[in-house]
Antibody, heavy 116, light 108 residues
């Protein structure tokens, strides 16, 4: 059974930093594309970033230059370093396993709140 | 970015009725990279349909997807009480992912 267990998140002030982590199990982590998707309160999901099995990355325009996605295949772990956070980054963040173009499995979500 | 527009915004139906949800893209999308999700309050989205018409593991056969080009449809043949939820379409192309704004299926 695929499991994605998230940690990190919380409350920070504008301009602050947070790091999210996602531990994977139940599948061969290193061959899959992984991603972060967020959902602001009352809004639909919004793609944030993707990391491919060959470590190539892509980012939404709204976070490029501020967020960094990474993976540690030896630890079956995915991370998202979030710097220069803004109020509009407030959302529940999900890690997700991407298969072809869709997100097959999702983590439980973690709340990030950016507020002074 | 490819914009996905879902309609209607809200669908009010009774259990046992048929639900038809639409998703229209601002440009043609790759049908192999198109899917639908169900989301209930406080839960992560759940993949229902991938590659336009294939049901994800464990999804009942009352859910079906169709479409091509820029027009896609999710059909729920007979609504069960657990199907009342939010539904989102999603596409991947040019290294980017976009979601629709959602359709709420509510009990009439």
């Amino acid at each position: 059974e695929v499991q994605l267990l998230q940690s990190g998140g919380g409350l920070t002030q504008p301009g602050g930093s947070l790091r999210l982590s996602c531990g994977a199990s139940g599948f061969i982590f290193n061959i899959y594309t992984m991603a972060w998707v967020r959902q602001a309160p009352g809004k639909g999901p919004e793609w944030v970033s993707t990391i491919y099995s060959d470590y190539r990355t892509s980012y939404a325009d709204s976070v490029r230059g501020r967020f960094t996605i990474s993976r540690d295949n030896s630890k079956y772990s995915l991370s998202l370093q979030m710097d220069s956070l803004r109020a509009e980054d407030t959302a529940v963040y999900y890690c997700a396993q991407r298969v072809e173009g869709t997100f097959r499995s999702w983590g439980q979500g973690t709340l990030v709140t950016v507020s002074s | 970015d490819t914009v996905l527009t879902q309609s209607p915004g809200t669908l009010s139906l009774s259990p046992g009725e048929r639900a038809t949800l639409s998703c229209r893209a601002s440009q043609s999308v790759n049908a192999n990279y198109f899917g639908w999700y169900q989301q209930k309050p406080g839960q992560a989205p759940r993949l229902l349909i991938y590659s336009t018409s294939y049901r994800a593991t464990g999804i009942p056969d009352r859910f079906s997807g169709s479409g091509s080009g820029a027009d896609f449809t999710l059909t729920i043949s007979r609504l069960e009480p657990e199907d009342f939820a939010m539904y989102y379409c999603q596409q991947y192309g040019d290294l980017r992912v976009t979601f629709g704004q959602g359709t709420r299926v509510e009990i009439k």
